[in-house]
């Protein structure tokens, strides 16, 4: 699958919730569903396909500034957090996943994240967005009994990095992370 008509589907489902796209706290999160419905009108071999490149698009933001942005905006420092914020990430879309990756300071600039650092609610970070490409294809198939297998091999052979790709960062130091992601730092209570 293209990396384009990829990000054409996540945008799809976005456009169908409207203004509800970009926060995740919400216990009626209207783009789980969306994107389960966009996804299960493909054929089954396009919604692995499409599994094979959310596994590429993650990697791509396995990044140690990513991982220091998502400390400062979730407060926490672990694997499956961060997993957790790369997943959340893609759902706010090629635009600002992009912008993202490229500066993760960007991020300050995401309402969500705004008042999830001034801890007045939101939330970005989507735990189990693998899972809705599975329910994708069980509304489309009925069953998930071929599923594992077929992404097994789709993502077989794929280079995925071990740990966050780019120079290591300190969570314990302060005035390093206030240099790096200044604007997200002055947002942040972690760092008080």
């Known amino acids: 699958m293209e990396m384009d008509t990829w990000w054409r589907l996540v945008d799809?489902?976005?456009v169908a919730v409207g203004d509800r796209a970009d926060d995740r706290e919400?216990?009626?999160d209207p783009l789980p569903e969306a994107l389960v419905n966009v996804l299960s009108k493909l054929e089954p071999a396009e919604i692995v396909d499409f599994?094979?490149?959310?596994?590429?698009?993650?990697d791509l933001a396995y990044t140690y500034p990513l991982c220091m942005a998502a400390y400062l905006i979730e407060g926490s420092w672990s694997n499956d957090g961060f997993m957790d914020f790369r997943g959340g990430l893609i759902l706010?879309?090629?635009d600002t996943f992009s912008r993202a990756v490229k500066n993760p300071d960007s991020l300050a600039t995401v309402p969500t994240v705004v008042r999830m650092c001034r801890e007045e609610g939101g939330?970005?970070?989507y735990e189990s967005l693998s899972y809705l490409i599975e329910d994708a294809y069980q509304k489309s198939?009925?069953?998930t009994d071929s599923f594992g297998a077929a992404v097994e091999a789709a993502v077989k052979g794929m280079a995925r990095p071990g740990k966050p790709l780019g120079?290591?960062?300190?969570p314990g130091n302060a005035e390093q992370i206030r240099l790096r992601l200044p604007l997200l730092a002055a947002l942040s209570p972690v760092l008080d």
């Open 92 to 94: 706010l879309g090629r």
């Open 26 to 28: 919400d216990p009626d």
């Open 51 to 58: 599994y094979a490149k959310h596994v590429e698009v993650s």
């Open 12 to 14: 799809t489902a976005r």
């Open 141 to 143: 198939q009925g069953e």
């Open 167 to 170: 120079e290591e960062w300190d």
């Open 123 to 125: 939330w970005i970070g």
